[in-house]
């Protein structure tokens, strides 16, 4: 255990891990500030070999969805009403304070589209048997709807939605800037050496792989791709979900999204990609709505994930500490995630253990 407030922090990375905890440090009215690496200059300035260990952000390429519900088992993911409790409560806090309410957290019920018979059994077994994901899930539905085909039925996960992170992350940056805590500036291992009273939060996302991959934390570089399209579809601000899903975000506006792939060495946009994206939302939408999709963006990026797909956060060294492996639901598990290190850092509490780089983290390998 430990216990902070003398020190300057220094956030490291301006995504969202670094966002999430330069505004539990901001409510504590602590010294800090965050450095962000220029766009596309990370990679050259820091030395790192390959792609994914760069100036990737994943923040500014994902959609930002929320979603209590597995679909595959159809089950609650992991600590689904607190991190949902956490989270609704963080963003509707910051959207305050960067005075934009209704700007930031977004509602868009999930419309999952069953794949066959059996699921759609499964799904109502769940709801009849009160099953701990019956609190997010609505019973089936069998309603005809005009743009969508959806032989087997669907079913509502009414609490869902989306996080517009590039706004939430230009507005808090804009913040910092405003009171001179914001610099544009690229981490070296060196640069503990030139502060040595402060201490560091690293929150590099994949940028810090091989650092932490020394202290056996892998970080694995999840590599996915996004669709943005224009159409006439109307979903009733739903989200359509069938395998892949595609989200509202207004002015007939999409996103459509995403893959996922290991072993990606370079993050660009391929056409296996937009086809894979293409083709698993297709059977489920009237051709006149498929036919005028029309495409007007396609983004790439790494997701940095843990070994056990829990986030890390803890100390890693006398002056530093660590937000990292957020994977594929950081907009979920973020905010909790970023308040727990934070009081460990500040209150000396202690880190639920899932969490906690302690169950990896040996000194140096
Ligand atoms: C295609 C795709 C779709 C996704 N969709 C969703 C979704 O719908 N919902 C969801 O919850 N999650 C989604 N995610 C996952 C989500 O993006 C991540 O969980 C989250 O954004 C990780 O945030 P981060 O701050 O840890 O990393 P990043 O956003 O990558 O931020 C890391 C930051 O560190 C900076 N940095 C790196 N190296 C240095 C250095 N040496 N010095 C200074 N700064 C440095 C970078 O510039 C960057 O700003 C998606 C990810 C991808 C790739």
């Known amino acids: 255990m430990t216990a902070e407030s003398s020190h300057k922090f220094i956030v490291v990375g301006g995504g969202l891990s670094g966002t999430l905890v330069a505004w539990e440090l901001e409510k504590r009215d602590v010294e800090y500030e965050v450095w962000d690496a220029p766009k596309g200059k990370a990679a050259q300035d820091s030395h790192e070999p390959s792609e994914p260990n760069s100036s990737n952000q994943a923040s500014r390429v994902a959609a930002g969805m929320f979603n209590p519900v597995s ?20 963003y509707l806090q910051m959207e305050l304070f960067l005075k934009m309410p209704g700007k930031i957290l977004h509602h868009s019920p999930i419309m999952r589209i069953f794949p066959s018979a059996q699921y759609k059994i499964l799904w109502k ?30 079913g509502i996960v009414p609490e869902a939605g989306w996080v517009d992170l590039p706004l939430l992350l230009d507005s808090f940056r804009s913040f910092l800037e405003s009171k001179g805590r914001f610099k544009e500036k690229t981490y070296h291992a060196s640069c503990k050496e030139n502060h040595p009273s402060s201490k ?51 002015n007939n506006t999409y996103k459509l999204g995403s893959t996922y792939k290991w072993n990606v060495a370079k993050s660009l946009p391929s056409s296996e990609g937009r086809e894979e994206l293409l083709s698993s939302i297709q059977p489920v939408l009237s051709p006149e709505i498929f036919d005028r999709f029309e495409i007007t963006n396609h983004e790439t990026g790494f997701r940095p994930a ?60």
């Open 71 to 90: 679909f595959k088992r159809i089950v609650e993911v992991w600590n689904a009403r607190e991190h949902m409790e956490v989270m609704r409560e963080t």
């Open 200 to 250: 560091f939060i690293d929150c590099r996302g994949v940028g810090a792989s091989e650092e932490l991959a020394c202290h056996n934390l892998k970080i694995q570089s999840d590599h996915g791709e996004v669709l943005t399209l224009t159409s006439n579809i109307n979903t009733k601000n739903r989200c359509l979900n069938r395998v892949k899903w595609l989200l509202p975000r207004g």
């Open 125 to 154: 077994k769940r709801v009849q048997e009160s099953h701990a994901v019956s609190q997010f899930i609505e019973p089936a539905s069998d309603e005809n709807l005009t743009d969508v085909i959806a032989p087997h039925g669907f």
């Open 306 to 365: 843990s070994k056990d797909r829990r986030p890390y956060a803890g100390r890693i060294s006398e002056n530093t500490y660590i937000l990292n492996g957020l994977g594929t639901r950081g907009v979920l598990i973020g905010p909790a995630t970023a308040a727990h290190l934070v009081r460990y850092i500040m209150d000396g509490k202690e880190l639920p253990h899932e969490i906690n780089t302690d169950r990896y983290f040996v000194e140096q390998i």
